[in-house]
Protein backbone atom coordinates (compact mmCIF):
# COMPACT_ATOMS: atom_id res chain seq x y z
CA UNK A 1 0.00 0.00 0.00
CA UNK A 2 2.72 2.87 0.77
CA UNK A 3 4.80 1.84 -2.77
CA UNK A 4 1.35 2.92 -4.34
CA UNK A 5 0.81 5.72 -2.38
CA UNK A 6 4.37 6.97 -3.33
CA UNK A 7 4.04 6.09 -6.62
CA UNK A 8 0.57 8.51 -6.58
CA UNK A 9 2.39 11.09 -5.27
CA UNK A 10 5.39 10.91 -7.88
CA UNK A 11 3.57 10.75 -10.91
CA UNK A 12 0.57 13.85 -9.60
CA UNK A 13 4.23 15.56 -9.25
CA UNK A 14 5.84 15.05 -12.34
CA UNK A 15 2.31 16.26 -13.72
CA UNK A 16 2.16 19.36 -11.75
CA UNK A 17 5.88 19.93 -12.77
CA UNK A 18 4.90 19.36 -16.75
CA UNK A 19 2.43 21.86 -16.53
CA UNK A 20 4.56 24.63 -14.37
CA UNK A 21 7.51 24.20 -16.88
CA UNK A 22 5.26 23.97 -20.38
CA UNK A 23 3.60 27.62 -18.56
CA UNK A 24 7.25 28.85 -18.32
CA UNK A 25 8.59 27.44 -21.24
CA UNK A 26 11.30 25.66 -20.10
CA UNK A 27 12.70 21.99 -20.90
CA UNK A 28 9.77 19.79 -19.63
CA UNK A 29 11.95 16.55 -19.96
CA UNK A 30 14.86 18.22 -17.81
CA UNK A 31 11.92 19.04 -14.94
CA UNK A 32 10.06 16.01 -15.81
CA UNK A 33 13.20 13.91 -14.85
CA UNK A 34 13.43 16.22 -11.77
CA UNK A 35 10.02 15.31 -10.90
CA UNK A 36 11.03 11.51 -10.67
CA UNK A 37 14.41 12.23 -8.96
CA UNK A 38 12.92 14.21 -6.35
CA UNK A 39 9.19 13.52 -6.08
CA UNK A 40 7.16 16.41 -4.43
CA UNK A 41 9.75 18.33 -3.57
CA UNK A 42 10.53 19.21 -7.32
CA UNK A 43 7.29 21.05 -6.97
CA UNK A 44 8.75 24.09 -4.69
CA UNK A 45 12.06 23.74 -6.20
CA UNK A 46 10.62 25.18 -9.92
CA UNK A 47 8.98 28.26 -7.80
CA UNK A 48 12.53 28.94 -6.39
CA UNK A 49 14.34 28.39 -9.65
CA UNK A 50 12.02 30.78 -10.96
CA UNK A 51 12.43 33.70 -8.42
CA UNK A 52 15.86 33.26 -8.76
CA UNK A 53 15.61 33.54 -12.26
CA UNK A 54 13.82 36.72 -11.98
CA UNK A 55 16.34 38.04 -9.37
CA UNK A 56 19.19 37.51 -11.52
CA UNK A 57 17.22 39.28 -14.43
CA UNK A 58 16.58 42.30 -12.32
CA UNK A 59 20.37 42.71 -10.79
CA UNK A 60 21.65 42.66 -14.64
CA UNK A 61 19.34 45.06 -15.88
CA UNK A 62 20.16 47.11 -12.78
CA UNK A 63 24.14 47.05 -13.97
CA UNK A 64 23.47 48.09 -17.39
CA UNK A 65 24.23 51.26 -17.86
Request: a positive charge; zero cysteines.
Amino acid sequence: MGYLLFSVIVFASLLIVDFLARKRGWNRNRWGVAALTLGPLAIPLVYVVDAVSALRKIIVNALRP
